[in-house]
């Protein structure tokens, strides 16, 4: 199957009106619970899924559509960033018969969540300097380290971590030499763990964010949590594989995300140009008005088809190109998105900063594409050492 997307399918354009019709129903004051259930109930969770655990069979392709039509009606779903995408995709990847049994039929419908955490209070994005380590103690796992900006651990039921192991490591090694393995990241090698959210050890904190989102942020410190050895997912020698197989994922969907959010704010200042008068004609006959608003919908719809073209890619199986095409798809969705709220609210002036229009908390929202999960400076950097083959400074 070629790689190319120039056409929607009939399929997807089916999907697109069938998700587009979900979120009018439910809107930008939508109950976030109630939404969440009944697009599981559709099969829309887990449309990615695979179909002998009650997913749909479809690809991320699919699942990427459905997150940016409910951003595009002003009510995106940000765990299906995580819990579908991300956790869903390793684990029916790479996890056990019965992690699978276990996690994909409630991953699917939307009954059971799970959240994700990477990133760490001094590693940034830099997942070499990764500190949370795991050793082996008998047939269990002890993992020990610190998480930051995690989404959703209060409704998960479990948060797939990413912490540093050695087969050979013993207690005494994980305690005196992990500082020093771990800033280098040489000895240590990354692997995923299901914690329970209920876990012994396991405590998180709220982090105070200006972003007014359903889903709230947190750290985390996991204090010798002790977990079965079956909490481990897939192969422990093969770990580097498999957290970069829900890294291409989380750019995707964040791309379609961002997309969605640039479409929403979009549609609110264009229905606002067309109507304000100000003198003889609407505001948006004047080309001041007209041409940024033009230049963000030739911008989402760039941003759309990069999206669409990693998304294939990752679904036919090419994770290289697309690995590539998720970074470049999720800056320039991050920069399409913000230009658009950006000119939105300028559309509306003053309008546009009150809570009528509901445009100005996308302001910071927004900025939350640019930045996470990856900041777009990073972003850059892979796309000039990667692609155009440049010399690393670090």
């Known amino acids: 199957m070629s ?10 354009r089916a999907l697109r009106a069938t998700v587009a019709a979900l979120g009018r129903r439910h809107g930008p004051d939508h109950d976030r619970d109630r939404l969440w259930a009944e697009a599981g109930a559709l099969g829309l969770l887990g449309i990615a899924l695979p179909e002998e655990y009650g997913g749909g069979g479809a690809g ?4 990427a559509l459905v997150l940016e039509e409910l951003g595009a009606a002003g009510c995106p779903l940000l765990m299906m960033v995580v819990s579908p995408a991300i956790c869903g995709t390793v684990i029916a990847r790479f996890g056990t018969p019965e992690q699978r049994r276990t996690w994909l039929p409630g991953l699917a419908d939307g009954s059971l969540t799970m959240a994700f955490g990477i990133t760490e209070p001094d590693a940034g994005s830099n997942s070499h300097r990764i500190t949370t380590t795991a050793r082996r103690d008998g047939d269990d796992w002890v993992l020990t380290g610190r998480k930051i900006f995690v989404t959703g651990v209060d409704i998960a039921d479990a948060t ?19 500082a020093a393995t771990t800033r280098t990241g040489h000895r240590l090698k990354p692997c995923l763990f299901v914690v ?3 876990a012994e050890g396991f405590s998180r904190t709220r982090v105070d964010m200006v972003i007014d989102a359903p889903e709230h942020q947190f750290e985390l410190v996991l204090d010798e949590v002790r977990l079965p050895g079956s909490a481990l997912v897939g192969d422990e020698d093969a770990g580097l594989l498999q957290l970069f197989a829900g890294l291409n994922p989380e750019r995707v969907m964040t791309a379609a995300f961002a997309i969605g959010m640039g479409r929403y704010a979009l549609g609110r200042a264009v229905e606002y140009a067309r109507q ?22 030739v911008e989402l719809e760039l941003a759309r088809l990069m999206t669409a073209k990693a998304a294939r890619l990752y679904d036919d199986g090419d994770d290289t190109g697309a690995g590539e095409a998720a970074n470049m798809a999720k800056y320039a969705a991050a920069e399409a998105c913000a230009d658009a709220v950006d000119r939105a609210v300028h559309t509306l002036g003053g309008n ?5 229009y509901g445009l100005a908390p996308l302001l910071t929202a927004s900025r939350v594409a640019r930045i996470a999960p990856v900041s777009r400076e990073m972003i850059l950097n892979y796309i000039s050492h990667q692609s155009l083959g440049l010399p690393k400074s670090y």
């Not at 790689?3 to 997807?12: A, D």
């Not at 546009?352 to 009528?356: D, E, I, N, S, V």
């Open 196 to 198: 329970p959210r209920d």
């Open 60 to 63: 991320l392709s699919e699942l």
């Open 3 to 12: 790689s190319t997307v120039t056409t929607e399918s009939p399929e997807h």
């Open 352 to 356: 546009g900063l009150t809570r009528a």
């Open 160 to 178: 797939l971590i990413v912490g540093r192991t050695t087969a050979t490591a013993t207690a005494a090694t994980a305690t005196t030499d992990t």
């Open 276 to 297: 304000r008068q100000v003198w003889d004609t609407p505001i948006g006959a004047h080309q001041a008005i007209a041409h940024p608003l033009a230049r963000s919908h």
